[in-house]
């Protein structure tokens, strides 16, 4: 069973900073590709990004430019570094992995932009 744990949220002001990560757990082999996506009560979970297996990334037209996504050297750690927050941008956050033995979600983190 393929475990996502993710880590990062918190309160931060409009204009900040925050870095979350995930760790999946299970074989790197089978892993296609990890991405970010949010949800905000009462809407649709949306996609961030994503960053497949070749390093190729997709980004939400909202954050390009402002949020980068990454990951670890092991493939099954991936990061969203988060710059230039926005209200908006509150939502809970979750790691998703896909890959040849399944399609996975993590717990999800909060982020909360607020003054």
């Known amino acids: 069973q393929v475990q996502l744990v993710e880590s990062g949220g918190g309160l931060v002001q409009p204009g900040g900073s925050l870095r979350l990560s995930c760790a999946a757990s299970?074989?790197?082999?089978?892993?296609?590709?990890m991405g970010w996506y949010r949800q905000v009560p009462g809407k649709q979970r949306e996609l961030v990004a994503t960053?497949?297996?070749?390093?190729?990334?997709n980004y939400a037209d909202s954050v390009k430019g402002r949020f980068t996504i990454s990951r670890g050297y092991a493939l099954n750690t991936v990061y969203l570094q988060l710059n230039s927050l926005k209200p908006e941008d509150t939502a809970v956050y979750y790691c998703?992995?896909?890959?040849?033995?399944?399609?996975?979600w993590g717990q999800g983190t909060q982020v909360t932009v607020s003054s």
């Open positions: 998703r992995r896909i890959g040849s033995d399944g399609d996975y």
């Open positions: 960053i497949t297996r070749s390093g190729s990334t």
């Open positions: 299970g074989s790197i082999l089978n892993i296609n590709f």
